[in-house]
């Protein structure tokens, strides 16, 4: 099971014009990944998800020079051994922060691919969870900031097709248009559908104490990163405005940071991404150190085969919460890179893959189809 090979590939896949959706960090104009394939000896392969970044070429290269150097020849099986190596001679001690983070991420996701296939079991199996039917929320990259009027309707669109739940973006234009939007769509709804909101880091202190009453009304499951993450300090002050969840974790990399996110009792709700945070090896101890405090675990999900294993891990784990399902009008890497494609069933769940690994065939085509390219993915 030694590792012979470890290839990174930056994948762009523009967004048409139709189909774009504003967030608080602009609008989204092109998806950016780097998936990670991983080769051993015996002819295993697996396949991982890096996140973006906004600098996925930068990502991929790490990947492909630094971090390959270090592993390859290892046990594919040895993942905390991996995992340990990459820590002791790059993140812990030469830095690359976040940038390390999301690109051993792919490496380790790739390696419990391998894991998975060598047994012959499903991930979740092999981290001795069981098939689950686990709650899925309307996300990714939908509902954005838009009119009320037509934000009700992709609301009323998503409720109609199972989703008992859904995440609203906001920190666009005003805090003023944030409540208005909320309050349309909780007055559409009724009580019965649990509203979520996410200002991606866009709220000042000010803003989040004017909007946490009105969200408290509206009976808001929680807001998420209204500050960026290593601002502590205002989450901690924002936290005694109202009594609305914070949540936050995607952009918090391995279990150092995130043991001050929790010691600090800066948020409510967890939310590390499997491609973010240093892989699933990294997940599943964030989330038993945060199984200690009672916090729940609500990952953070990208494209298509972060989307897959993170249904792996939730079946996994005791306090797992919500699916991240990506909802965009159009992904071609949520709908034609895996097969099977990512499916909400119609009572708004999703139950893992039972095919081994990460339970996802990669399609190749398409990755050499949609190379990187440059250019921001948000304006």
């Given at each position: ?11 762009t ?13 602009g ?13 051993t ?5 697996g ?15 790490l990947?492909?020079?630094t971090?390959r ?10 993942v ?11 993140l812990?001690s030469?830095?690359?922060g ?5 690109a ?40 954005g ?11 009323k669109?998503?409720a ?19 409540i ?28 989040a ?17 209204p500050f ?49 945070c ?53 992904n ?17 769940t999703i ?29």
């Amino acid at each position: 099971m030694k590792i012979v090979e470890i290839k990174a590939y930056p994948v762009t896949v523009p967004v048409p014009p139709e189909h774009r959706v504003r967030l608080g960090i602009g609008t989204m104009v092109k998806r950016d990944i780097v998936f990670v394939k991983v080769t051993t000896a015996s002819g295993l392969v697996g396949w991982g998800e890096s996140h973006h970044g906004r600098a996925h070429l930068a990502i991929a290269t790490l990947v492909n020079t630094t971090l390959r150097q270090l592993v390859t020849g290892m046990d594919a099986t040895d993942v905390n051994g991996v995992w340990s190596k990459i820590y002791k001679f790059q993140l812990g001690s030469h830095g690359m922060g976040s940038a390390c983070a999301m690109a051993m991420s792919g490496i380790d996701m790739a390696l419990w691919d391998i894991r998975g296939k060598a047994v012959g079991w499903p991930l979740y199996k092999l981290l001795g969870g069981r098939s689950r039917r686990v709650p899925a929320y309307a996300g990714g990259i939908s509902l954005g900031i838009q009119p009320p009027a037509s934000l009700v309707e992709e609301a009323k669109d998503f409720a109609a097709r199972g989703f008992r739940a859904m995440k609203l973006r906001i920190g666009g234009d005003s805090v003023t248009a944030d409540i208005a939007r909320v309050e349309a769509v909780r007055a559409a709804l009724g009580p019965d559908i649990d509203l979520l909101t996410d200002a991606n880091t866009g709220y000042s202190l000010g803003d989040a104490r004017r909007a946490m009453p009105a969200f408290a009304a509206c009976a808001v499951g929680w807001l998420e990163e209204p500050f960026p993450g290593h601002d502590y300090r205002l989450y901690r002050q924002a936290k005694g405005f109202a009594p609305v969840p914070l949540a936050a974790g995607e952009n918090h990399y391995t279990r150092f940071e995130f043991s001050r996110l929790i010691e600090e009792e800066a948020v409510d709700i967890l939310q590390p991404d499997l491609s973010k945070c240093g892989g699933i090896t990294e997940a599943l101890k964030i989330a038993a150190m945060a199984s200690a405090y009672k916090l729940p675990i609500h990952l953070h999900s990208s494209q298509g085969i972060n989307q897959m294993a993170s249904v792996q891990v939730l079946s996994t784990i005791e306090n797992g919460g919500y699916f991240e399902a990506d909802c965009s009008l159009n992904n071609p890497l949520r709908d034609e890179l895996i097969d099977p494609p990512i499916r909400i069933q119609a009572d708004g769940t999703i139950s893992p893959s039972e095919k081994p690994g990460i339970g996802v065939d990669v399609n190749e085509d398409m990755i050499f189809h949609f190379p990187g390219t440059e250019g921001p993915a948000y304006v």
